[in-house]
């Protein structure tokens, strides 16, 4: 199935994706007929910028969907940028620690309550290494299935 990118001018994202809808497929001769349809009505309607560019492009060369936010045009095909990835991989890491940071809150105040030092030291420790992970979860690497499966051990499995 063939898709449509254009520049978005509305940020987080980089890139637009419109999806022809191939249900009209039948009144028009050709997909590209249905395609230039679809760009030329985005663009009377103001959804996609009069003198935006557009590529077609087929669905199966799509970059990794999580870091859709990422994706770039580069090179003649959609790409994504490792930089925001990773910032985007960071944040979801983030998120889920912060989940569990707060989870710890309760059990910590029922520790000081019932003046359990060796529990408070426990729930201390592990919101410790929930706090480091920022700094100590490496993302470096360049591809993008890659960046997606780190995932730091401290933290639930992420789901599917």
């Known amino acids: 199935m063939k898709l449509i990118l254009t520049p978005n001018t509305n940020p987080p994202y980089n890139l637009m994706r419109i999806t022809p809808n ?4 039948s009144r028009y001769e050709t997909e ?3 395609i230039e349809y679809v760009i030329s009505r985005n663009k009377e309607t103001g959804v996609i910028a009069s003198d935006a560019s557009c590529w077609v492009v087929e669905s199966s060369d799509l970059p990794e969907e ?3 936010d990422a994706w770039e045009w580069r090179d003649r095909s959609p790409k994504v ?3 925001k ?3 985007i991989q960071m944040d979801a890491i983030r998120t889920v620690r912060n989940t569990e940071l707060a989870a710890l809150d ?7 309550e019932g003046g359990d030092v060796e529990a ?3 729930i201390a420790a592990k919101k410790q290494t929930l706090r480091d992970i920022p700094q100590t979860v490496d993302l470096s690497t360049e591809s993008p299935a890659r960046l997606k ?3 730091p051990t401290e933290l639930p499995p992420r789901a599917a």
Do not use: D
């Open 149 to 151: 499966a780190i995932w």
């Open 120 to 122: 408070q030291g426990t």
């Open 32 to 34: 590209e007929a249905l």
């Open 81 to 83: 940028n490792m930089t």
């Open 66 to 68: 999580y870091f859709f």
């Open 22 to 25: 191939q249900s009209l497929l």
């Open 85 to 87: 990835a990773m910032a």
């Open 106 to 112: 309760v059990p910590y105040m029922r520790a000081i």
